[in-house]
């Protein structure tokens, strides 16, 4: 890993390892942080637990497909809804968000974090 590429990303990280209340990161866990900034949705493991990362201008977007999937498996049987059916779902991940986006992607401990430009949710 290249010091420059730490050095660039040092905010980001004393951000994310504040609110996350992680002592300190190992170097492949620095290294594969620093690779995945900048990506719109990943999974990482900081600390001994893994973490999702979702960039806050795609969170909306992700969401919306999450909760059309949930809808499709839990309620559809995982069938496919006809062509010629319309459902909003835009409307429907709106009516879903109860208090943030924790319930349907903080599958550890339902907590939203917020750090870097980036909502994280603990998965395991």
């Known amino acids: 890993m290249k010091l420059?590429?730490?050095?660039?990303n040092v905010d980001l990280l004393k951000e994310i390892k504040t609110e996350l209340v992680i002592s300190?990161?190992?170097s492949d866990e620095l290294e594969e942080l620093c690779k995945n900034l900048g990506?719109?949705?990943?999974?990482?493991?900081?600390d001994?637990?893994?973490?999702?990362?979702i960039d806050e201008v795609s969170i909306e977007s992700?969401?919306?497909?999450a909760i059309k999937e949930l809808v499709k498996d839990c309620y559809l049987g995982g069938?496919?809804?006809?062509?010629?059916v319309a459902v909003d779902w835009v409307q429907t991940a709106?009516?879903?968000?109860?208090?943030?986006y924790a319930h349907t992607?903080?599958?550890y401990d339902g907590v939203e974090h917020t750090a870097a430009n980036y909502y994280i949710f603990r998965t395991s």
């Not at 990506?39 to 900081?46: M, R």
């Not at 992700?62 to 497909?65: A, C, G, P, V």
């Not at 709106?94 to 943030?100: A, E, I, L, S």
């Open 48 to 53: 001994g637990c893994e973490y999702r990362f």
């Open 39 to 46: 990506n719109d949705d990943f999974t990482i493991s900081l």
């Open 79 to 84: 069938c496919e809804i006809p062509w010629w």
């Open 94 to 100: 709106q009516n879903c968000m109860v208090d943030g």
């Open 105 to 107: 992607f903080a599958h």
């Open 62 to 65: 992700i969401y919306e497909e």
């Open 4 to 8: 420059a590429e730490i050095r660039e």
């Open 24 to 26: 300190s990161f190992d």
